[in-house]
C-alpha cells in the first residue's frame, strides 16, 4: 500500500506517465486507486507530432498495468518520510511474512 | 363483467396486479425489498454474513424474499391480464361480426380500392370471406406475416385506445395499410375530428400530464379514466398498429355497447347518462394518453421521421390531417419546449434504466462493502498509509488555513456522516451493512498466503492492500539475531547499516507511540495522571530506553583498541547523522549528555573531523565531506548545542577536561566541526563566567581549563583558518577566536591579535576589494574578534 499512500499525496499535482507502449502522458492528477489505476486531467502528449490522436483528449484513465515510470515534482516528495514510509512497509511486510 | 377478466368493482386488494406494484414495463424499485420491509431485515436476502464469502455460492435457491419484485405482492391471488390469447380468444367472435357487419356496410365503398393494394391485400380480403372459428384473425391486425403470441398482445392494448382515435401514430415502421377505408369513411371521421378537435386541443392544454415530471420508465401514471389508463402500454415496443387502428376507426354501435363493458361504474353510467358524449370523452381521454405517448416517443426516437410524413393510405386525405397534426404539434412543441429539453435529457440518463436487477446491484454492493471493509480497517491505517496519513498531517500544519479537505474525506468521512442529520433510510441500512460486514471480516479472517509442504516460498493471494500476488522468499529467524549479537569489534559496513536500521525500527515505534498521545484524554493538572497516561508513559520510557540501547552509545570504550565505537561509526552514516534530531527529543538529559560526551570523547575520530582537515596544497575539501560535515552541522549540531546551552558550568569544564585528555586538540581546531564544539564550550563557559552564579571553585577550574586550552593552541592559530582565498568561509573560525578572545588576559589576547594579524590584514584588504556585500561581510566577521578585546577594524584604518 506504499505506493497507494504515496500516489494519493501527489493528487492535483502535475506528473507525467510513461506507458509500456512509449506513450509519455503529462497531466494533473486526479485520482489513484490501490491497482495504481491512475486519472489524468488536462493531459497533453509529450511527443504530440507522433500521436496527433491524442491531441483532442483532455482527460485519461491509465490502468495501472500498463504504467511504466511515474515522473514525479521533485517538490512535492517527502523524502525523509519516503524513507521512514518505506521501512514501515517493509517492517510490515516483515511482520505479514512471519 | 370485465373484458380481461378485470373486475374494477371488486376489493384493489384482491385485484390481480395492484397498481401501486411495479408492472412489467416499468423500471424496477432498486430499493423496493428495502422500503417495504425496513423492519425485515433478515427476510430480504441481502443479509451479508449470508453470502460473505464466495458469493454465489451462498445465493439461496429457496429464497424466496425478492418474489415481491418480481411478481407483486405474494398475497394477492395471480390475475389472468397477461392471458393475452385467451382473453382475445373470448372476444374474437365479436370482433369477427363487428368486422363482417362493417363489411358488408361498406362493400361498395371499400371495392374500387382494393386494385391499389399490394399482393398481400389478396390474402386480407380472401381471409374476410369466411369467419373463422375462435382463433383470432391474423389480418384484423394487418400483420399476417408476424408470429401470434407478441402481435396478439399489441392490439389487444391497442384495440379499446383506438375505438376513436385516429390521431395519426408514430409508428416507426408505419407500413402502408392493409385494410382500408372508403372515402366516406374518411371524409366523416375527418369531420367528426374536426368537431372534437377544438374540444380535444382544449383539453390538451389543461390535461397533458407533464412528461417533464415522470420519466420514461416510471410506471404508467394512472389519470381519472383508470382503466384506459391500465390498457395503455407504455414499453418503447409498443407500436400500435396501424391496421387495427383504422379496422376500429368509425366503430359500430355493436363496438360502443362492448366497449362500455370494459368501463368502470361510474363512466357507464356517465356514458348512458349521454350517449353522445361517449365518443368526445373517450376520444379526449384516449388522445391524452396518445399525446403523452407521442411526446415520450418523440423523446425517444428524435431522428425518426417528422410526424406529418407518415404515409396514409389516402393521398388527398393528408393535407388538412397534417396541417392539423402539425399545428398541433407546434403548439405542443412550443409549449413544451424546455419541458422537452430536460425530458430529453432525464430519457437519455435513464437510457439505461433497468438493466441490472435487484440482486446483480446486490452483488456488485457486496463486492464493494468488501472493498471498503478491507480499506477501511482503522485498525493498520497508519501502518498501511503512513506516508499519506503523516505527510498530510505535515502539509496541514504548514499551512493551519488550508480545510482538511483530503484527509478528511479519506479519514474523518466516516466519522463526520453520523452526525449529519440528513440520512434517509438506504444511507442508514447502508451503513448498518458495513457494520456487519467489518463484524464479519473480523469474524472470519482471511488467510492471506499458502505455503506448500517443502517449498521454499509462499503463495500469496491477492487482495485488496496487495492486489499483486508476490512470491515470498522464507527467511530464517536466526539472521536477524546472529546480526544483533555481533560483536562491533570488527563491525562491517553491512553489521553498521543494519544498526542505523533497527535504530530507525524503534525510532519509528517511539514516534507512532508519541502520535498516539491524542488519544488519551489530557490531564487533569489536579488530579493524579489516568491510568491510560500511566501506561502511555511506560510505554514511552521503555521504547526510549530501547532506542537509546540500540544505538550502542553505551558500548564500552576501550582506549586501547583501534577499532572506532559503535555508536561513532554508525554516526558516520549520513542517515544516522539525519536521525539523531528526532532520536534527542525523545531521550532524558542523561542520555543526552552521554552522547555528548561520547561524541567529545571521539571529536578526534569523527569521519567530520578526521577527513575534515584541509590536506596541505588544497583548497578545498571533497565535495562528500563537505556534504558530510554540513550534514554534521546542520542535523548533530543543534541538538548538542541546545543542550549546551542550557548546561552548568561543571558540566562545560568537564567536556573541556575530557577534550584535553582524550582528544587531539590541534587536530580538531584544523576541523569546522572540531572548532564549532570547541566555540560552543567556550561562549557556553563564559556567558556562565559573566553571569556571576557560578561559585569560585568551578570559576578556578574553568580558569585553568581555559589556559591549559590557550596554551596548547598556541602557534596553532592560524591552522584553525581554511586555506585563504577570497571567497573563503572562515566566519566560524572568527566565531571561535572571539570566544577565546573574550575570556583572555591581556598577554593572551596581545598574543592572539599577533598571531592572526595576518589573517586581520587581509581580509580588511579583500573587504576593500570584493563586491559590497561579501566585503561588508568579511569585515563583520573580522570585527566579531576585534571587538571580542575592546577594538575594532577602524582602528586599523
Known amino acids: 500500500m506504499l505506493f497507494f499512500s504515496f500516489f494519493k499525496t501527489l493528487v492535483d499535482h502535475e506528473v507525467t506517465i510513461e506507458l509500456k507502449n512509449d506513450l509519455k502522458i503529462t497531466g494533473i492528477l486526479k485520482s489513484v486507486d490501490q491497482f495504481l489505476n491512475i486519472k489524468l486531467d488536462e493531459i497533453r502528449v509529450v511527443e504530440e507530432g507522433k500521436y496527433p490522436h491524442l491531441s483532442a483528449v483532455k482527460n485519461v484513465f491509465i490502468r495501472g498495468s500498463v504504467v511504466r515510470y511515474v515522473h514525479l515534482p521533485a517538490n512535492a516528495v517527502d523524502t525523509a518520510l519516503l524513507e521512514d514510509a518505506t521501512r514501515r512497509e517493509a517492517a510490515n511486510v516483515a511482520g505479514k511474512a512471519r | 363483467m370485465s373484458f380481461f377478466g378485470f373486475d374494477p368493482s371488486s376489493n384493489p386488494n384482491s385485484r390481480s396486479h395492484p397498481s401501486t406494484a411495479p408492472g412489467f414495463g416499468a423500471a424496477p424499485d432498486h430499493f423496493a425489498g428495502l422500503s417495504l420491509r425496513p423492519g425485515n431485515d433478515d427476510e430480504d436476502g441481502i443479509d451479508f454474513e449470508d453470502t460473505y464469502d464466495g458469493l454465489g455460492d451462498g445465493l439461496d435457491e429457496t429464497d424466496d424474499a425478492l418474489n415481491d419484485d418480481t411478481f407483486g405482492d405474494g398475497g394477492a391471488p395471480v390475475g389472468k391480464d397477461f392471458d393475452f390469447a385467451g382473453s382475445t380468444a373470448r372476444v374474437a367472435e365479436v370482433l369477427e361480426e363487428e368486422h363482417e357487419i362493417f363489411e358488408r356496410n361498406r362493400k361498395p365503398a371499400h371495392k374500387p380500392i382494393i386494385p391499389t393494394v399490394g399482393p398481400t391485400h389478396k390474402t386480407t380480403t380472401t381471409e374476410h ?105 407504455q414499453g418503447p415496443a409498443h407500436t400500435p398498429s396501424p391496421g387495427a387502428h383504422q379496422q376500429f376507426a368509425t366503430p359500430p354501435q355493436e363496438h360502443q355497447n362492448f366497449l362500455m363493458h370494459q368501463l368502470p361504474p361510474h363512466m357507464q353510467h356517465m356514458l348512458q347518462q349521454n350517449q353522445n358524449m361517449l365518443p368526445q370523452h373517450l376520444q379526449a381521454a384516449v388522445h391524452e394518453r396518445m399525446l403523452q405517448q407521442q411526446l415520450q416517443e418523440q423523446i425517444r426516437m428524435q431522428p425518426r421521421e417528422p410526424l406529418q410524413q407518415q404515409p396514409l393510405p389516402q393521398p388527398q386525405v393528408q393535407p388538412p390531417m397534417a396541417r392539423i397534426a402539425q399545428e398541433e404539434r407546434a403548439k405542443l412543441l412550443e409549449e413544451e419546449s424546455k419541458r422537452l429539453k430536460r425530458n430529453h435529457k432525464i430519457a437519455q440518463l435513464a437510457r439505461y434504466n433497468g438493466l441490472m436487477t435487484p440482486q446483480d446491484k446486490n452483488f456488485i454492493q457486496r463486492i464493494q462493502l468488501q472493498q471498503l471493509v478491507s480499506i477501511g480497517n482503522t485498525d493498520d491505517n497508519t501502518a498501511e498509509d503512513f506516508y499519506y496519513i503523516v505527510h498530510s498531517a505535515i502539509r496541514a500544519r504548514a499551512n493551519p488555513q488550508q480545510p482538511l479537505s483530503q484527509l478528511a474525506q479519506t479519514y474523518l468521512f466516516r466519522n463526520g456522516g453520523r452526525n449529519n442529520g440528513r440520512r434517509d433510510n438506504h444511507m442508514q441500512r447502508m451503513e448498518q451493512q458495513v457494520a456487519r460486514a467489518v463484524a464479519a471480516a473480523k469474524a472470519h479472517p482471511k488467510a492471506s498466503q499458502l505455503v506448500l509442504e517443502g517449498s521454499l516460498g509462499k503463495i500469496s493471494f491477492s487482495n485488496v492492500k496487495t492486489p499483486r500476488p508476490m512470491l515470498n522468499i522464507k527467511r530464517l529467524d536466526s539472521d536477524q539475531k546472529h546480526l544483533a549479537h555481533k560483536s562491533y569489534a570488527n563491525a562491517d559496513r553491512k553489521t553498521l547499516l543494519a544498526i542505523v536500521e533497527t535504530v530507525y525500527d524503534v525510532l519509528l515505534e517511539v514516534e507512532v507511540h508519541e502520535r498516539e498521545r491524542s488519544k488519551i484524554p489530557p490531564p487533569n493538572p489536579n488530579a493524579p495522571p489516568s491510568e491510560a497516561a500511566q501506561e502511555w508513559e511506560a510505554k514511552r520510557v521503555e521504547l526510549a530506553d530501547r532506542l537509546y540501547e540500540e544505538m550502542r552509545v553505551l558500548e564500552p570504550i576501550d582506549p586501547a583498541s583501534r577499532t572506532r565505537h559503535p555508536f561513532i561509526a554508525i554516526l558516520s552514516f549520513g542517515k544516522m547523522k539525519r536521525a539523531i534530531p528526532r532520536i534527542f527529543r525523545h531521550l532524558n538529559p542523561e542520555q543526552r549528555v552521554t552522547i555528548l560526551t561520547m561524541i567529545v570523547v571521539h571529536l578526534d575520530v569523527l569521519d567530520v573531523v578526521r577527513h575534515g582537515v584541509y590536506p596541505p596544497g588544497a583548497n578545498q575539501l571533497p565535495s562528500a565531506v563537505r556534504e558530510e560535515v554540513d550534514m554534521f552541522a546542520n542535523n548533530v549540531l543543534p541538538p548538542l548545542l541546545s543542550y549546551v546551552y542550557e548546561a552548568p558550568l561543571s558540566i562545560v569544564v568537564g567536556l573541556l577536561g575530557l577534550l584535553l585528555e582524550r582528544v587531539d586538540v590541534i587536530l580538531i581546531s584544523k576541523t569546522k566541526i572540531g572548532i564549532a564544539f570547541l566555540t560552543m564550550f567556550f561562549s557556553r563557559a563564559e556567558l556562565l563566567k559573566q553571569s556571576g552564579r557560578s561559585d569560585e571553585k568551578e570559576l578556578q577550574d574553568w580558569q585553568n581549563v581555559y589556559n591549559r586550552f590557550f596554551d596548547m593552541l598556541q602557534g596553532h592559530w592560524m591552522d584553525c583558518f581554511p586555506p585563504s582565498g577570497r571567497f573563503v568561509e572562515d566566519q566560524y573560525v572568527w566565531q571561535f577566536l572571539a570566544s577565546m578572545a573574550v575570556g583572555a588576559n591581556e598577554i593572551q589576547q596581545r598574543e592572539l591579535v599577533g598571531a592572526v594579524k595576518d589573517r586581520v590584514m587581509e581580509n580588511v584588504q579583500a573587504s576593500k576589494v570584493l563586491p559590497p556585500e561579501i566585503g561588508v561581510q568579511k569585515r563583520e566577521n573580522v570585527n566579531l574578534f576585534m571587538r571580542a578585546m575592546g577594538l575594532d577594524v577602524e582602528l586599523l584604518g
Open chain 2, 129 to 233: 370471406q369466411h369467419i373463422p372459428s375462435l382463433a383470432p384473425d391474423m389480418s384484423l391486425w394487418a400483420e399476417p406475416s408476424v408470429p401470434a403470441p407478441q402481435q396478439n398482445r399489441q392490439p389487444q392494448y391497442s384495440a379499446p385506445e383506438h375505438v376513436q382515435n385516429d390521431f395519426p401514430t408514430q409508428a416507426p415502421r408505419a407500413p402502408p395499410s392493409k385494410k382500408f377505408m372508403s372515402l366516406e369513411e374518411v371524409e366523416a371521421e375527418i369531420l367528426a375530428q374536426g368537431r372534437q378537435q377544438a374540444h380535444s386541443a382544449q383539453q390538451q392544454l389543461h390535461h397533458v400530464p407533464m412528461p417533464g415530471m415522470q420519466p420514461v420508465q416510471l410506471p404508467p401514471h394512472i389519470p381519472v379514466t383508470q382503466p384506459l389508463g391500465q390498457f395503455h402500454h
